[in-house]
């Protein structure tokens, strides 16, 4: 069983709803992605229908294991299907809620990226909201729970997560292998969730931040060409971009630290002090500023406009970096290697 991180407040709030034995007929489950929202519904689920409800975590009855398995007559997971969650599977819960619990005590169904149900599909979920039958309990999950009606939020009980602490979440990395001066990169990176670490592991992430250290610290090593060859990579899909660009931010504001104060704790690109230290003895508290605003402009730019030309707005961005930290001039003649 996948062990959960963090969430020990939640957890002992729900274990204590199952002890208490009379829990809300509806949950909405709200927090960042992927930070174990549906681990810890997995777990709300086992617990409701366990029958040796104090067994310890690891050593699994029956149905617990079933559960886990998705194996479970009384227990149902819906998550969206090319993106959606549509009517016919709402009618497909309302189904299964008909029937009372074959097993265990509860008929549980688990509705992940809930937000993805269009909105025949939440007006149909709202009749079962509105008469709930004894026995039954819905559990959505959202990261946007703006996208839901109002009403299908309000006849919830909202269970709000937190982001994992960024050392909870170095840990964690490290345990799953990655080295820990890495692990504590990605953790500071990634808004205090697990998925968005692995995935950022996974990508070019830390070739992109050599690059875009380089192009702040040093940007004349580089040249013309090579800004624009990096501006490209950079680039190449809104994800990357932004990405970048919020890596930029995170190591422009490690350099207006180390500014300060040199050897400041609190720096998240650790493992480059000495670089950004280096860099930031010429720089002056306004110049990283006024980078800063440039780079939020830019990311602004990017993320608004869907038909923004991406590799435009970087280029600039990278040649105003360049020139206001001191790299190659545009002049004619300029050395464009
Ligand atoms: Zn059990």
Known sequence: MTPIVGHRKLLALLEQTVINGVPAHAYLFTGPEGIGKQLVAGQFARWLNCPDLGHDERTECSS?????QGNHPDVILEKPDKGRIRIDR?????????????????????????????????????????????????????????????????????????????????????EKGIPAERAAVLAAMSAGSVSRAVQMNALDFFELREKMISALTDPGARGISGLLELSGDLSKDRHSATDSLEMALTLLRDLMLTAVTPHASGVVHGDFLDRMNAAAQHLSADTILSLYDEVVRASELIQSEINVNRNLVMDVLLLRISRTVGGPTLGIGASAR
Request: proline content about 8%; charged content about 20%.
């Open 90 to 174: 709402i009618r497909a819960i309302q189904s299964f809620f008909v029937y009372a619990p074959v097993e265990g005590r509860f008929r549980v169904c688990v509705i992940d990226d809930a937000h993805t149900m269009n909105r025949p599909a939440q007006n149909a979920l709202l009749k079962t909201l509105e008469e709930p039958p004894a026995g039954r309990i819905l559990i959505l999950i959202t990261s946007t729970p703006s996208l839901l009606l109002p009403t299908v939020r309000s006849r919830c009980r909202r269970i709000r997560f937190g982001a994992l602490p960024a050392a909870v979440l170095a840990t964690l990395l490290h």
């Open 64 to 68: 617990c294991r079933r559960i886990q």
